[in-house]
């Protein structure tokens, strides 16, 4: 319960990256670029998968969904970076940072749980191809979408609750470009003990273990490809692997090394450059990876590509004639 002679932080005001003062307008231009990327190429791969039925399996039906995490996910930060970017005034009120707070864990919970299925889904295809219509039908599948949904959903109102009930009485400055855990704990002008020990066992419960699980997965598939017999058959199939891990291991890397780690503190500058991984850069490899990496996918492309300029031209034509 608050104290009622303690003065209430009605809003925040996020310091972003406000020792590069000279450098804005180049970042606000490159974060502006990754982010036009970013929703685009996520949009196509939804448009794609949505409108081919070829496409309609198990792995381009969480393909599709990590898409629309991605875009959600990097939507929580990047756009609200943009902004304070070019504002002087880099205010966020209370509610607006807890329910940016709640998002970012949401999506971020989500998208791990996603991962996670997307290795077992890859593991069943390459290791027991002959079962893997009966493992992971697409109704299978899609129960698996919907439990990453809402179990994320779920993952993500604890930490914003705790953190919403903890005081802050002053200073208001966040040293970071979005409200996140770590600089509002440290904000807080109330015991944050138990807040920060329940979010280092729920960080360690879905980013661990997730990892872990990934991991698990991904060296049964290494393990099955060594056996292929064709060498450029193995080094196809692994490179297509490799690229998957390693996007996986920067996403939960990064993680990793801000959510659970011992209680020294990295610098804020370190912080903020680790979480641009994570915010920026991998909601951005995530659909080149899985996608344009994929033969199937990239056919489909051609595909909607050729259908769409026939209906143009068709259409230019006609217009011709009328006229």
């Given at each position: 319960m608050?104290?009622?002679n303690v003065s209430t932080v009605t809003e925040f005001q996020l310091l972003g990256?406000?020792?590069?003062?000279?450098w804005q307008t180049l970042l606000f231009a490159i974060f502006l670029f990754i982010y036009f990327l970013t929703v685009t190429g996520n949009i196509v791969i939804i448009a794609v998968v949505s409108q081919e039925k070829r496409l309609h399996s198990p792995m381009y039906t969480f393909l599709k969904h990590l898409s629309f995490l991605e875009i959600g996910y990097?939507?929580?930060t990047v756009p609200l970076l943009l902004a304070n970017l070019l504002s002087q005034r880099q205010a966020i009120s209370f509610p607006a940072c807890i329910a940016q707070l709640y998002f970012?864990?949401?999506?971020g919970a989500t998208e791990c749980f996603l991962l996670t299925m997307m290795a077992y889904d890859r593991y069943l295809a390459i290791c027991s191809p002959?079962?893997?219509c009966f493992l992971m039908s697409p109704e299978i599948g899609t129960k698996l979408v919907a439990i990453s949904w809402l179990t994320g959903l779920g993952t993500g109102f604890l930490p914003s609750l705790m953190i919403s009930k903890l005081d802050f009485c002053g200073p208001n400055q966040i040293n970071?470009?979005?409200c996140d855990l770590p600089p509002l704990m440290q904000l807080s002008c109330s015991s944050v003990y138990i807040t920060k020990m329940v979010i280092f066992i729920l960080s360690i419960a879905v980013l661990c273990i997730c990892f872990f699980l990934t991991l698990v997965s991904y060296?049964?598939?290494?393990?099955?490809?060594?056996r292929i017999p064709s060498a450029s058959g193995r080094m196809k199939t692994f490179s297509t692997c490799a690229s998957h891990l390693a996007v996986v291991t920067i996403y939960y890397g990064t993680m990793i090394s801000m959510y659970v780690r011992p209680s020294a503190?990295?610098?804020?500058?370190i912080n903020k450059i680790i979480s641009v991984f994570y915010t920026v850069v991998t909601p951005l490899l995530n659909p080149v990876i899985y996608s344009l990496r994929n033969k199937d996918f990239k056919e489909a492309v051609r595909k909607a590509m050729r259908r769409n300029c026939g209906i143009c031209g068709a259409r230019g034509k006609g217009s011709f004639f009328v006229r």
């Open positions: 608050k104290s009622p990256f406000q020792n590069l003062l000279e990097t939507s929580t970012f864990v949401f999506f002959l079962h893997y970071h470009f979005f060296a049964f598939i290494v393990s099955s490809i060594l503190h990295l610098s804020p500058e």
